[in-house]
């Protein structure tokens, strides 16, 4: 299909022009103006391109572009290697950052809530990225399930500060950098909270307030929106899609 339609279908899937983000959403690079195989992926690494060139696909969709608000702006070291492979190879490269995260279906946070068998009711957080909800109507869950939950879900433990050891009945998760969503997490009720890092401070927020904290891995947390847009974006549209998993430990 023509990439002009493609594009248009994100557009209005992921309503980019509601969020205040730190770089651009939507093409980043142009490259061919017809789209056949799309290859989804966390970060738009050399790793990732390389791995798309070698699958053949003209166009990549990624939760991390190449351009964030406060760079240098120079193409070069790392910019241009991975511009360079973009352009010789003449391949879009498509990022939706935080639409990614929030969509109420397709996002990070509603398909990893979905892995730990969580459904949101709430939202918080700046722009009501955060999601929250309850464990189970029938029973609470110990610190100890929702570590496992965590485990078999991303494939990894998450770092865990524990807080007062309350059964938890309600958790609040937002995937990524959203440790300085702890605060608005214990305000909107939760007994737990799920995201990607933390820094120093929320250790002893945990610590006072009685309510854990979970460090699940940026990268290993943020997984999912994109496979679900690729997966949609294939059903929907009849285009190839593959997600390649360039491995992180952060």
């Known amino acids: 299909m023509e990439r002009s339609v493609l594009l248009e279908h994100l557009q209005q899937l992921l309503q980019a022009d509601r ?39 003209d166009t990549i969709l990624v939760h991390h572009g190449l351009f964030w608000r406060g760079q240098d702006g120079r193409v070069t070291g790392w910019m241009k290697q991975r511009l360079a492979r973009l352009l010789a190879h003449d391949i879009n490269l498509i990022a939706y950052h935080l639409p990614l995260d929030a969509h109420e279906s397709l996002g990070n946070n509603a398909q990893w809530g979905q892995r730990l068998g969580l459904v949101a009711d709430g939202r918080f957080g700046d722009q009501d990225l955060g999601f929250v909800g309850p464990t189970d109507t029938a029973r609470a869950w110990s610190l100890d399930e929702l570590g496992h939950r965590v ?29 300085g969503y702890f605060e608005a997490a214990i305000a909107a009720g939760a007994d737990a909270f799920l995201t990607g890092e933390i820094s120093e401070p929320q250790a002893h927020y945990a610590r006072e307030t009685g309510v854990a904290f979970l460090a699940c891995g940026h990268h290993a947390s943020e997984r999912y929106g994109v496979q679900a847009v690729g997966e949609h974006l294939a059903t929907r549209l009849g285009l190839r899609h593959q997600f390649i998993d360039i491995d992180n430990p952060a």
């Open 19 to 57: 969020f205040r983000d730190y770089g651009p959403n939507g093409l980043q690079v142009e490259g061919r103006a017809q789209v056949h195989h799309v290859v989804t992926g966390v970060t738009a690494s050399l790793a990732l391109i390389d791995a798309a060139i070698a699958a053949g696909a």
């Open 151 to 179: 485990s078999a879900a991303l494939g990894r433990p998450p770092v865990v500060v524990p807080g007062d050891g309350r059964p938890i009945q309600r958790v609040a998760w937002c995937s990524g950098g959203a440790q």
